[in-house]
């Protein structure tokens, strides 16, 4: 089983930053795409960001130019950097990891629980 844990979420004001950061840990062999997700409340969870772990980054145009996604493959984590942050961005923020167990056979494709982020106005 692959666990991922994400923190820094919190309360900032539009125009401020956060950075989140999220770890997994469990029997992994191989860590490929790890990359981020929101849900704002009402609304469908949608794509933020996803970094290969060859470092390529891909971004929603939503966030393109403020957000920057990166990771450091010893400690099997990723970051994301929120900047500029606008009212818009608040939501929940889910950590998503794909790769393969130690058996290196079978994927997995793993969530974390979610941290909040909130932009005041």
């Known amino acids: 089983q692959v666990q991922l844990v994400e923190f820094g979420g919190g309360v900032v004001q539009a125009g401020g930053s956060l950075r989140l950061s999220c770890a997994a840990s469990?029997?992994?062999?191989?860590?490929?795409?790890m990359g981020w997700y929101r849900q704002a409340p009402g609304k469908q969870r949608e794509w933020v960001a996803t970094i290969t772990s060859s470092g390529l980054a891909n971004y929603a145009d939503s966030v393109k130019g403020r957000f920057i996604i990166t990771r450091d493959n010893t400690k099997n984590t990723v970051y994301l950097q929120l900047n500029s942050l606008k009212p818009e961005d608040t939501a929940t923020y889910y950590c998503?990891?794909?790769?393969?167990?130690?058996?290196?056979?079978?994927?997995?494709?793993?969530w974390g629980q979610g941290t909040p982020v909130a932009v005041s106005s």
């Open positions: 469990g029997s992994i062999f191989t860590l490929n795409a």
């Open positions: 998503n990891g794909r790769g393969f167990y130690s058996s290196a056979a079978v994927p997995f494709n793993s």
